[in-house]
């Protein structure tokens, strides 16, 4: 598809056209890293890039009480939250793509009305509920809300990738006397893996990113996470936004996760994109 | 109807099963208790006084200024972002699809603000329009303290969100735009039709149903924004929305009663928005969700 015949003026236009994209896309990026590394005295300097270099506020982030706590629990909150979702996503996109059984399409939609569904609506239930069950500031009171969103976007996901396997492999599996179970074993699920793996990584970032449900249902760092930590982060002074702090732990937490995307880059545009426009 | 097809059938509903119950248990489930509890007088810091009181607590939300200035900020912010994301994102969506150099580098960092936590967006940019820590009053020679005002604390909202989600409504419409067969353009070209020609013949009404999905996608995620605002502004200078009115409502004032009637009210909102983009612009949604 590309036109390698283009004029150079046309070339030049597009590749200015990329450089603007580059500088969109990363200039809060190099400001929110240049603020961390910023000394406390330049703060105020109104530059762009820091003058000289400080590790200061990194190391005040990592012998702060609550980051590390946070970090855990965004950790293995928002791992068990993508194992859980990505386990019942699978079940149920191979039987929408593979199987025939009325009520299928009712699943795929109604997996999509709850993405679109408001989580503030059940953010009241859900704290009232928590309260008595002894769930509230625990780990599950975070994953199971996620499924909210989490579960609709794996099942979406992959029953859109799961479309593109070829159905044939699985047709003579069961033709050699397979049982649908055991052509889902043994034929599917190395085919599927690199959707499953997709899928993965679109319901972690999801289910990283929260913060209403973070916010609404933890109150200390038993299950507090990253987004609700660093939104109510106040450092030493309660009266002074501790602004390079929170630079540093936003570095620290958003370094590891752009790393994964970029290496995964193509998987990611795929699965974003494959259930919304071509379905 | 025969055995196998008859398994068939049992494996599919047995397969779907634990996510239809986890769906239906961590939404349905609460949005019908929402409903319950919004019936009811029912504030945590009185809890004696709980006591039905049927629609009242209805009566109270929708004529009071508070619901509606919050509704109003909340389509200021939805119809504003989701405007401007749609052009901007069209004109990325042409230059991915167009580009002949490092391709590949601009759609890797197209992803890079989809992969930050919006929380921490919304501090970056917080951070870089405070007129004491920031550079953008540096950059433009102003001393404008933005997010003190109403509109200047929409604007940083409003550029915020476009900036955390123009770059997947690029992906979403450079999908649609790579199923416009190339062959039509080029005959189009051959026959004399000038690229804006080509772009407002052929290639827009070509994209209808992908600029539809991506519209009703992004109206709904707008329309129930929260961490934004609620890190920007906290709803101060009268920027809040309707998710940080329910927000302050049930867990700041702690009255479920009054925050969950909140609750069902956004929820009615916004399946009326789906509703109007699906049925007012024909968005085909599950028309075409059939297998190819």
């Known amino acids: ?279 | 109807m025969n055995a196998s097809r008859r398994s068939e059938r049992r494996l599919g509903w047995l397969l779907c099963a634990p996510a239809v119950a986890a769906l239906l248990l961590v939404t349905a489930y609460p949005i019908l208790y929402a409903g319950w509890l919004s019936l009811f007088r029912y504030d945590l810091r009185f809890p004696g006084e709980r006591a039905f009181i049927g629609l009242e607590n209805y009566v109270s939300i929708l004529s009071s200024e508070v619901w509606w200035r919050a509704l109003g900020n909340t389509l200021i912010i939805t119809v504003g972002s989701v405007a401007v994301e749609l052009l901007l994102g069209f004109a990325l969506a042409l230059l991915m699809h167009r580009t002949l150099v490092a391709r590949r580098a601009v759609r890797a960092t197209l992803l890079v603000p989809y992969a930050i936590i919006t929380v921490v967006a919304a501090l970056a940019w917080k951070f870089a329009f405070d007129p004491v820590t920031g550079f953008v009053n540096g950059l433009l020679g102003l001393d404008t303290a933005w997010l003190t005002q109403r509109w200047s604390a929409f604007f940083v909202i409003i550029f915020t969100e476009i900036w955390k989600t123009t770059p997947f409504m690029a992906l979403l419409l450079l999908a649609g735009l790579t199923l416009v067969p190339h062959d039509v353009l080029q005959a189009a070209r051959v026959d004399g039709a000038g690229p804006w020609r080509r772009l407002f013949g052929i290639t827009l009404p070509l994209m209808k149903s992908t600029f539809m999905v991506a519209l009703l996608f992004r109206s709904l995620d707008a329309f129930r924004i929260f961490d934004t605002v609620y890190v920007q502004t906290r709803g101060a200078q009268d920027t809040g929305t309707v998710s940080i009115l329910g927000y302050n409502t049930l867990i700041t004032r702690l009255n479920l009663g009054l925050g969950s009637a909140v609750a069902v009210l956004i929820f009615l909102c916004v399946v009326l928005i789906a509703v109007f983009i699906v049925r007012g612009f024909g968005a085909p949604l599950f028309a075409r969700r059939q297998r190819p």
């Open chain 1, 1 to 279: 598809m590309t036109r390698t015949g283009a004029a150079w003026p046309e070339r030049l236009l597009w590749s200015a056209g990329g450089v603007l994209v580059m500088v969109y896309a990363l200039a809060p990026v190099v400001w929110i890293l240049s603020l961390s590394l910023k000394r406390a005295a330049d703060l105020g300097d109104r530059h762009f890039l820091p003058r000289s270099l400080s590790l200061e506020h990194y190391r005040a982030v990592i012998a702060d009480a609550q980051f590390p706590a946070a970090l855990w629990n965004s950790i293995g909150i928002a791992s068990l939250a993508t194992l859980l979702s990505v386990t019942l996503g699978t079940l149920a996109a191979y039987a929408i793509v593979r199987l025939d059984f009325p009520g299928r399409r009712w699943v795929l939609a109604g997996a999509l009305a709850t993405a679109m569904f408001p989580p503030v609506a059940i953010v009241g239930p859900l704290f009232n509920l928590w309260r008595t069950l002894g769930l509230f500031d625990t780990w599950p009171g975070l994953i199971l809300p996620y499924m909210t969103f989490t579960l609709p976007l794996a099942i979406w996901v992959l029953s859109a990738y799961f479309r593109e396997i070829p159905w044939e492999l699985d047709k003579a599996a069961r033709i050699d006397g397979a049982t649908p179970f055991q052509a889902f074993i043994r034929i599917i699920v190395p085919l599927a893996a690199p959707g499953v793996f997709t899928a993965a990584i679109l319901v972690f970032i999801f289910a990283w990113n929260d913060f209403l449900f973070a916010a609404a249902l933890t109150s200390t760092d038993r299950a507090r996470t990253v987004p609700a930590a660093i939104a109510f982060f106040t450092g030493s002074s309660r009266f002074e936004l501790p602004t390079q702090a929170i630079a540093a732990a936003s570095v620290v937490v958003t370094v590891p996760v752009m790393a994964v995307v970029l290496a995964f880059q193509r998987r990611i545009v795929a699965g974003l994109t494959a259930g919304a426009v071509k379905g």
